[in-house]
């Protein structure tokens, strides 16, 4: 089947585009009226991720609503910690709680990889749903979360701002620490695997709390479990033609890196310097990004001013890199305006062609 709108697939292929491709991280989510009432229909956020039917509904509505190139699959990264049997709940004003948390090298070493269908099948069952109802007017991407990430809510319990328990582990018991996150990266892997049998056409993986490690944490720690992703994603017959781009939050430091493991594209938080990093990986890696994501809750005179900042930053698509994709630098805020929203896609549509002529 052929998706009426390609441009976000084939700019990821390193194909010459008309204009800029969108999306936006959260783009399914809370400053949407229509997001806010299925939500409140499910009762609860986990029942709204596991009901395929309502995870298909907010999925779509940023599409029908703006005109974005790309649906992204509505699912949390936690649910493959909650399908090994950790027990997620969602606690208003503190976020994501495991009720079983990992307490030390026994409950590590009865961690086996989840079944995808009998305890994740509702990811696969929403991915078909989404591609049947999208009707190919865009790509839909799938993710997951990095194996340093999850494993860190694993063993935290809930996020932190330290991290004190997960670096704890790393540092007094390193040998641990890998035996949990092989195993987790085993659970990747075959997630992405039957995510993409089910009908994703692109992968991300969010490696949220990679930029608080130093470099040789961030190598051994986070780096080399996601180059393992990338390689078994593209040595697998099924999946090789379908791009992945990493996003490491805070990992503008390590672009080289993150480049070297044979990913198609790179997510830029608002930190990084879009010209700077078009010098240091532009050839190889398209890069994604990176627009404050507070400035949508601002005006949309800001708005368009930093959307074209961004745009401008990237400059003319040239023979000898590989492209850009518009996103902002992180999740879109609950507080962000949908008009706001409106005004960024309208000015990416109209301002970024000139930058592919």
Same mark, same amino acid.
């Given at each position: 089947?052929?998706?009426?709108?390609?441009?976000?697939?084939?700019?990821?292929?390193?194909?010459?585009?008309?204009?800029? +491709?969108?999306?936006?991280?959260?783009?399914?989510?809370?400053?949407? &009226?229509?997001?806010?009432?299925?939500? $409140?229909?499910?009762?609860?956020?986990?029942?709204?991720?596991?009901?395929?039917?309502?995870?298909?509904?907010?999925?779509?509505?940023?599409?029908?609503?703006?005109?974005?190139?790309? $649906?992204?699959?509505?699912?949390?990264?936690?649910? @493959? *910690? /909650?399908?090994? !049997?950790?027990?997620?709940?969602?606690?208003? !004003?503190?976020?994501?709680?495991?009720?079983? &948390?990992?307490?030390?090298?026994? /409950? @590590?070493?009865?961690?086996?990889? +989840?079944?995808?269908?009998?305890?994740?099948?509702?990811?696969?069952?929403?991915?078909?749903?989404?591609?049947?109802?999208?009707?190919?007017?865009? *790509?839909?991407?799938?993710?997951?979360?990095? &194996?340093?990430?999850?494993?860190?809510?694993?063993?935290?319990?809930?996020?932190?701002?330290?991290?004190?328990?997960?670096?704890?582990?790393?540092?007094?018991?390193?040998?641990?620490?890998?035996?949990?996150?092989?195993?987790?990266?085993?659970?990747?892997?075959?997630?992405?695997?039957?995510?993409?049998? $089910?009908?994703?056409?692109?992968?991300?993986?969010?490696?949220?709390?990679?930029?608080?490690?130093?470099?040789?944490?961030?190598?051994?720690?986070?780096? #080399?479990?996601?180059?393992? @992703?990338?390689? #078994?994603?593209?040595? /697998?017959?099924?999946?090789?033609?379908? &791009? %992945?781009?990493?996003?490491?939050?805070?990992?503008?430091?390590?672009?080289?890196?993150? #480049?070297?493991?044979?990913?198609?594209?790179?997510?830029?938080?608002?930190?990084?310097? %879009?010209?700077?990093?078009?010098?240091?990986?532009?050839?190889?890696? %398209?890069?994604?990004?990176?627009?404050? +994501?507070?400035?949508?809750?601002?005006?949309?005179?800001?708005?368009?001013?930093?959307?074209?900042?961004?745009?401008? !930053?990237?400059?003319?698509?040239?023979?000898?890199?590989?492209?850009?994709?518009?996103?902002? !630098?992180?999740?879109?805020? +609950?507080?962000?305006? *949908?008009?706001?929203?409106?005004?960024?896609?309208?000015?990416?549509?109209?301002?970024?062609?000139?930058?592919?002529?």
């Amino acid at each position: 089947m052929h998706t009426k709108n390609d441009l976000y697939l084939r700019a990821l292929r390193g194909e010459r585009v008309e204009r800029t +491709p969108i999306w936006v991280m959260r783009q399914a989510g809370r400053y949407l &009226p229509d997001y806010r009432a299925t939500r $409140a229909r499910a009762g609860d956020f986990l029942t709204l991720c596991k009901t395929p039917e309502m995870a298909c509904e907010v999925t779509l509505q940023p599409i029908d609503h703006f005109g974005l190139d790309a $649906a992204i699959l509505f699912s949390d990264i936690l649910t @493959i *910690p /909650d399908a090994m !049997g950790l027990e997620l709940v969602l606690e208003e !004003g503190v976020g994501p709680v495991f009720q079983k &948390p990992l307490m030390g090298a026994a /409950d @590590i070493n009865e961690l086996a990889v +989840p079944d995808m269908h009998a305890d994740l099948g509702y990811v696969m069952d929403a991915v078909a749903l989404i591609r049947r109802e999208l009707n190919d007017r865009v *790509p839909l991407i799938g993710f997951t979360g990095s &194996p340093w990430t999850l494993a860190s809510y694993m063993v935290e319990g809930k996020g932190s701002k330290d991290f004190a328990k997960v670096k704890g582990l790393m540092f007094g018991e390193p040998e641990l620490m890998h035996t949990l996150l092989n195993v987790v990266t085993d659970a990747v892997i075959e997630y992405l695997r039957a995510q993409v049998r $089910a009908g994703v056409q692109s992968l991300m993986v969010f490696d949220t709390w990679g930029g608080m490690l130093s470099t040789a944490a961030f190598k051994t720690f986070s780096l #080399a479990y996601m180059q393992r @992703i990338v390689t #078994a994603i593209k040595s /697998d017959s099924d999946c090789k033609d379908v &791009p %992945i781009v990493l996003f490491t939050k805070g990992g503008g430091q390590w672009l080289e890196m993150l #480049a070297d493991t044979g990913c198609d594209g790179l997510g830029l938080d608002w930190t990084i310097d %879009i010209a700077q990093a078009k010098q240091r990986v532009g050839d190889r890696v %398209i890069l994604q990004g990176n627009m404050d +994501p507070v400035v949508m809750s601002t005006t949309g005179a800001a708005v368009e001013s930093q959307a074209r900042a961004v745009l401008d !930053g990237y400059g003319q698509v040239g023979a000898q890199d590989r492209g850009h994709i518009f996103n902002l !630098g992180h999740g879109i805020q +609950p507080t962000a305006k *949908p008009d706001n929203m409106r005004v960024l896609v309208e000015t990416v549509k109209s301002y970024s062609p000139s930058f592919h002529s």
